[in-house]
């Protein structure tokens, strides 16, 4: 018992003995651990370490060297009290010994945290990770040449997609994940010495563990009875602040993830994801940069564009909230690459929605409703886009789009006839949704010719859809103080005390506007009533439109072009010469009186108001065989008579010429040209005919020659245009041509061939009339 006793007390005194010989920072460190792990930190202790660090700095490493030391040694005896109480006294000293020193304690921390991470406890890697979101707040001043973060980055994205089977530490788990990672861009995003957090190797890890966690924004609501933070609400406010810091060149790395994520999960589909993933990039992002995710978009719409309706569908709708947010109309240099990228997939649609697939295999089948639905969101976009745009680029749009509106007869037919129609559907509900809201004060500007000749050219189209759209547009870009929508149910008890009207006198470029294109759209506004398909739509909107001129463009002469039109309406509707059936006839007359009512109230004197009143009051549906009775009439010699005395009565004269839709300008060059060109085609023809065949030509035969001959003689060429095609022009112009540059026989009876045409040789200007 004595030699026991004392071999105990010879222990003690030598481990006391070498205890006391060992280096002072190893015993300051080995006082801060208490007996009892649960008492915590020893904090007089802790501050002698803290002391002696900042005294000795040059001891810094070896301190945190030792300190990782034994939190190896507990870590491997399982003794996570000690453990945790190591890391607390680590994170004291990285945040009293910063600046310079710093970098003495990192290598050794990070180790540290590495150990932690790479265990199978997940209360350590919360530990490891809050450690780290606390050394990534602090600012060093000296930069660091050798640290990696390659690791963290690594193990921070796989904690996000943890799958722990407790659901509320899977749920700790993934928030410390997604704060680790907030860390890491933290500390690396502002310093060009560290690791390139952008590069596309890191950004494939972290965009997609943050995507996978904000997917869970419907499921959030399973956190709410609890304190702690749901990965979705943490995800976001690390994704907007990793967008926050992207430069020019980094915006392309950190949204191609995001691109790759979305197709590889099917979340197109979905839409709703993939919206709300955009409306955050879009408003986290540096408005500058904004463009860059557009054509992103662009580019991967038209990389899907043999990808299923729904998925196109999803890009489409994406980048229509992307547009609306896009509001500093920064679109980006390549403006009309926007939309001909659009275009595009509206046409590639229309040929996908005739064949029934998506591809060229013919093997991947779509349907009509879900190309529609894209069509749908394709046009919205465009508008979308257009809204962004300023005034000006709002015009060349509306040019670039009409530009590539098939026209039958000048361009050549794309596909079918019913994929032609559809195309020019959809171009022209493109053009109305970018012309609802544009706004220009100068109508010249807003409708010049390169735009209005073709454009109401497709109002003499057949397919009445088209003339509809045709009118819209009109209505939409003349109407400035949006009335169209408070004449919907104009009618003949409409009150105009409705509309905004303009308190001034039209302006000189509305003058301009109104003299230059007048005849041409009263001729129109004609020929539109012409038509037997128009229903009850196109009535509506006739009003609408003659509405919306009185109200922006009505100067005294113009009030009586528009009566004179409307009486030559009149007149229309009653002619046994025109092919109306009684709807369209009763369509024209409600036209003229619902037009004529409002006109009344604009402007003319008492008397012309007293007229309209007194024909409206007169009017009551016939009995049997509808038969219009003269009282019930607008009569133009009570109509000048009324205007007598009045601002309007130096333009009455006018009346004594019924209106009769005229030809101006070019129209009259070109329609004589083709007038022309058919009555050559009709010689052409007859010297090829033998007497025989003259001599048995029936009379139907003569009669429908003859109606092709006036139409040639008194229509209008896009009306020509609509009817025949270019090949068939192309070959009569050149049989014409070699009938009259054809030249004289040369003596021999050789013609000699000519290198140049005649009509091809250039002559001076001196000897040209």
């Known amino acids: 018992a004595t ?142 040449y ?251 749009v509306m040019l670039f789009i009409m530009g590539k509106i098939p026209v039958p007869g000048i361009y050549p037919a794309l596909g079918s006839l019913e994929g032609s129609r559809m195309i020019q559907v959809m171009l022209l509900k493109s053009l109305l949704q970018v012309s609802e809201r544009y706004e220009s004060c100068n109508l010249l500007t807003a409708l010049p010719s390169s735009f209005l000749e073709p454009l109401l050219s497709f109002t003499l189209m057949e397919d009445p859809e088209i003339r509809l759209l045709v009118l819209s547009i009109l209505t939409s870009l003349i109407d400035r103080r949006h009335n169209a929508a408070r004449l919907t149910a104009a009618s003949v008890m409409f009150d105009v005390s409705v509309l905004e009207l303009k308190e001034d006198r039209c302006s000189r470029q509305d003058n301009l506007f109104i003299r230059k294109n007048a005849q041409r759209l009263y001729r129109h506004v004609y020929l539109t009533c012409k038509e037997e398909s128009s229903g009850r739509g196109h009535y509506q909107a006739l009003v609408t439109l003659l509405a919306v001129l009185s109200v922006e463009l009505a100067n005294e002469e113009v009030v009586v072009d528009l009566i004179r039109l409307v009486l030559a309406l009149q007149e229309l509707a009653l002619s046994p010469h025109e092919c109306l059936s009684v709807f369209n006839r009763c369509g024209v007359h409600a036209v003229c009186a619902a037009f004529l009512n409002l006109l009344s109230q604009l402007g003319p004197p008492p008397p012309f108001h007293l007229h309209i009143t007194q024909v409206k009051t007169k009017c009551v549906l016939p009995q049997g065989e509808l038969m219009v009775d003269e009282t019930f009439l607008f009569v133009q010699s009570k109509i000048c008579e009324a205007l007598t005395g009045s601002s309007y009565s130096a333009h009455t004269e006018r009346f004594n010429t019924p209106y009769t839709p005229q030809l101006t300008g070019t129209h009259t060059h070109t329609h004589t040209l083709y007038s022309l060109v058919f009555s050559l085609d009709l010689f052409l023809r007859s010297i090829s005919v033998s007497v025989d065949t003259l001599g048995g030509v029936e009379e139907e035969e003569r009669r429908r020659r003859m109606q092709v001959v006036e139409r040639f003689q008194t229509a209008p060429f896009e009306e020509i245009a609509a009817h025949c095609g270019t090949s068939l022009l192309q070959s009569k112009l050149d049989q014409v041509f070699d009938l009259i540059i054809r030249p004289p026989p040369s003596p021999s009876g050789h013609s000699p061939p000519r290198s140049t045409p005649l009509y091809g040789i250039k002559f001076p200007d001196l000897c040209v009339y």
């Open 146 to 396: 050798h640290r990696s973060y390659d690791f963290f980055v690594s193990r921070f994205s796989e904690m996000c997609h943890s799958e722990h089977e407790d659901l509320d530490i899977q749920n700790k788990i993934r928030v410390s994940g997604i704060r680790g990672l907030q860390g890491v861009v933290r500390k690396t995003v502002d310093d060009e010495l560290q690791v390139n957090i952008w590069e596309p190797r890191h950004m494939e890890q972290i965009v997609p563990a943050l995507l996978v966690n904000l997917q869970q924004h419907t499921h959030t609501s399973r956190y709410a009875h609890t304190h702690v933070e749901s990965p979705a609400e943490q995800t976001e406010v690390c994704f907007r602040e990793l967008l926050s810091r992207a430069a020019y060149g980094h915006i392309t790395n950190a949204i191609r993830p995001v691109l790759m994520h979305l197709d590889s999960h099917s979340l197109w589909e979905g839409r709703s994801f993939a919206v709300q993933c955009f409306q955050i990039i879009m408003y986290s992002i540096q408005s500058q940069h904004s463009h860059l995710v557009i054509q992103q978009l662009l580019g991967h719409l038209d990389a899907n564009s043999k990808s299923p309706a729904s998925v196109r569908a999803g890009i489409v709708e994406v980048l229509s909230e992307a547009a609306v947010i896009e509001a500093t109309g920064s679109v980006g240099p390549t403006v009309l690459e926007v939309f001909n990228t659009l275009l595009r997939q509206l046409r590639q649609s229309v040929d996908y929605q005739l064949t029934g697939y998506y591809d060229n295999t013919g093997k991947r089948e779509t349907t009509s409703a879900e190309e529609k639905t894209l069509q749908d969101g394709v046009i919205k976009t465009i508008g979308s886009f257009a809204n962004t745009l300023p005034i000006y680029q709002r015009s060349e």
């Open 3 to 144: 030699t026991g006793l004392t071999l105990k007390t010879w222990y003690y005194c030598l481990c006391g003995c070498c205890w006391a010989l060992r280096p002072r920072y190893k015993r300051l460190v080995d006082n801060i651990f208490p007996e009892d792990p649960e008492d915590g930190l020893v904090k007089a202790n802790m501050e002698k370490l803290t002391f002696f660090a900042l005294s000795a700095p040059e001891k810094l490493d070896r301190i945190a060297a030792y300190l990782s030391e034994r939190l190896t040694r507990e870590l491997n005896r399982h003794r996570y009290g000690y453990v945790c109480i190591a890391m607390e006294a680590m994170e004291q000293l990285l945040l009293a010994c910063h600046c310079q020193s710093i970098n003495l304690l990192v290598e050794s921390f990070l180790s540290t945290l590495r150990l932690l991470l790479e265990a199978d406890k997940p209360h350590l890697h919360i530990l490891a990770t809050s450690s780290f979101v606390k050394f990534a707040n602090i600012e060093e001043d000296t930069p660091s």
